[in-house]
């Protein structure tokens, strides 16, 4: 999940003898599985709860590109080059869609950079794990796609349109990331000793921040209950945790590599994997700014911003002098 | 030297330009001034990494049945035939746009040549990578003027990257044996008479961008032809080939 651990606004779900006569007719339309547009009427908590997560998801398209483009200079063909090319171009392009969709709620692409700059936003933990050999990018693509996709596909049908739509073209190509990534480990896999020792660490070293992508279980939890009951989040951090690790188990046993968990066995009865938990104390570690690579990873982005402020500058003066000319000549 | 040696030269210089600057351009990923300029710098390396394929391929063949990645990864310094201006390190964000821009400018007006080759492999080739190569120098060219039009201090920068380019210039317009046997051929157009329309093409874009085209036609050189890169290709080359050089023989 790209956007994880996002607070719901508000005080949990109200009954509708609670809610006003607009929160009521709101409520109406998300139940008969009626889009929300940005210029309808929506509660504040909605709002402000949806630009928290969409604002997450766009950072996370963002900051996602350094892992990644760690590597690209170092791709060992001209071919995988070119598909990691495209994959971070990819991400940059979800980025871009869903900067515009949060646009929609009323918040600037640039208010929202300078939250994440200065820590106020967060993005997905899962990108401040670095990408050590060349496998890791594999393993970004079947495992790491491969658990935002658990989340994305059913966030397809979510109930504010812009983030649904964009939703959709994201799934397309995610889904394509994805079976690049597996492509590109099942050939080292299948490859010298060396190279299946780099795919088994990069199993190694992802396997539980995949599984912390989808957030500690939510049960219990109230804001997911409001998040539910207003459809921005469809299911259950354990539901998509389970459904994961059912559909990567088989495939990591046709690549060979065994996943870093002596418990993890089918389980007849309930029709599922049983499995470990991540290291939930790591998780709030790295959500609390201290992963691996949390600091370098803002550190880059501010540096990008700061440094290419000139640049935006320039752009923008000779926009205004190019608009000043036209209207003086008009 | 026959024709196949000079063939197969001409086509390295080709591949080679594309493939360095390719890798140059995707230094950026992730660190761009604006997300827009992310999506634009991928995309431009990954037009130059494709076109890399095609010309050295080809070069592959001629040259004994090697794979375009063989060329790429397991080649040395002196074994590179890409002009210099390509392997200068990116310095900041206008620089960058300047030697996309230089290069363009010469890469349009050469393919827009090559398209009518005698050898139908070498239009062809040409004929894809002119319709990216278009879009790059309108791309770049805009940037150019937009930053050199733009801010006191986005001109200074965009200047200061010109000057320190433009003693990289003259080397894509050197001819040598190599291109006069390509001329005879019918395979390429002699560099030196691409010069005027490319004078022409940069003096219009620089012109509106208000920076001043230094008077100096002095050219380092030495790339094209292998007998002295920068300093700065060695160091590219270490990164790029070293997953192929560390693990010689495995497929990936």
Redesign the interface.
């Known amino acids: 999940m790209y956007a994880q651990m996002i607070k719901t606004a508000g005080t949990g779900v109200k009954s509708r003898e609670e809610m006003s006569e607009q929160e009521r007719a709101f409520q109406d339309k998300i139940d008969a599985d009626i889009k929300i547009e940005p210029k309808d009427w929506m509660p504040d908590d909605y709002r402000a709860t949806l630009i928290r997560q969409i604002g997450q998801h766009a950072h996370s398209e ?1 900051v996602g ?2 892992p ?2 760690n590597w ?11 598909i990691l ?2 994959k ?2 990819d991400e ?2 979800h ?2 869609y869903l ?1 515009c969709a949060a646009e929609t709620l009323g918040v600037s ?1 640039d208010e929202i950079t300078e939250m994440l700059l200065d820590g106020r936003m967060k993005y997905s933990s899962i990108f401040n794990y670095p990408t050590l050999n ?1 496998a890791d990018i594999g393993a970004v693509g079947w495992l790491v796609d491969g658990a935002a996709i658990m989340n994305q596909v059913p966030l397809q049908r979510t109930s504010f349109g812009p983030y649904s739509r964009a939703m959709i073209r994201i799934c397309k190509e995610e889904s394509f990331h994805q079976r690049q990534g597996y492509d ?1 480990i099942r ?2 896999a299948e ?2 000793p ?2 299946r020792k780099m795919a088994q660490d990069a199993m190694n070293r992802f396997w539980y921040p995949s599984l912390m992508m989808f957030g500690p279980s939510d049960k219990e939890s109230v804001h997911s209950a409001q998040s539910m009951a207003w459809k921005i989040k469809i299911n259950t951090n354990d539901e998509l945790r389970q459904k994961f690790v059912d559909q990567t188990v088989p495939q990591a046993e046709y690549l060979g590599l065994t996943i870093p968990d002596p418990d993890l066995k089918w389980n007849e009865e309930r029709g599922h994997y049983d499995f470990s938990e991540p290291d939930w104390s790591e998780f709030f570690d790295v959500i609390k700014g201290n992963g691996p690579c949390n600091v370098d990873r803002l550190a ?1 982005r501010n ?3 700061d ?13 205004r ?1 190019k608009r000043g000319a036209k209207v003086a000549a008009e | 030297m026959t024709r196949d040696e000079a063939f197969l030269q001409f086509l390295l210089r080709m591949g080679d330009n594309t493939l360095i600057l390719g890798h140059r351009v995707s230094e950026w990923c992730g660190h761009a001034p604006v997300l827009e300029e992310d999506i634009a710098l991928a995309n431009t390396a990954l037009d130059l990494i494709g076109q890399t394929q095609m010309w050295l391929s080809l070069a592959g063949e001629i040259d004994g049945g090697k794979s375009a990645d063989d060329l790429a990864f397991l080649r040395d310094a002196w074994d590179f035939r890409n002009v210099l201006l390509v392997e200068v390190p990116n310095g900041d964000f206008g620089r960058t746009l300047m030697r996309q821009f230089l290069f363009d400018a010469w890469h349009s007006i050469m393919l827009g040549r090559l398209m009518t080759s005698s050898d139908e492999r070498v239009a062809a080739i040409a004929a894809k990578a002119s319709k990216e190569v278009t879009y790059h120098l309108e791309r770049s060219s805009d940037t150019v003027v937009g930053l050199g039009d733009g801010t006191e201090e986005s001109h200074a920068r965009m200047q200061e990257a010109l000057d320190y380019l433009w003693p990289y210039v003259g080397e894509m317009f050197v001819s040598d044996d190599v291109d006069a046997e390509m001329v005879a051929a019918g395979i390429a157009s002699n560099p030196s008479d691409l010069r005027e329309e490319y004078d022409a093409l940069v003096g219009r874009v620089l012109a509106e961008a208000t920076l001043t085209t230094p008077e100096s036609r002095f050219a380092h050189k030495g790339g094209r032809d292998g007998r002295m890169h920068t300093e700065h290709l060695g160091h590219l080359l270490t990164q790029m080939q070293w997953l192929q050089r560390a693990y010689p023989g495995a497929t990936w």
């Open positions: 963002i590109q350094l990644e483009g690209i200079t170092r791709a060992p063909t001209l071919e995988r080059k070119a090319l495209a971070v171009q940059a392009g980025g871009l900067y692409r060349w590109a050939k080292m490859g010298t060396e190279q880059a540096k990008a911003w440094d290419g402020k000139w640049v935006r500058d320039g752009l923008l003066a000779h926009a002098k």
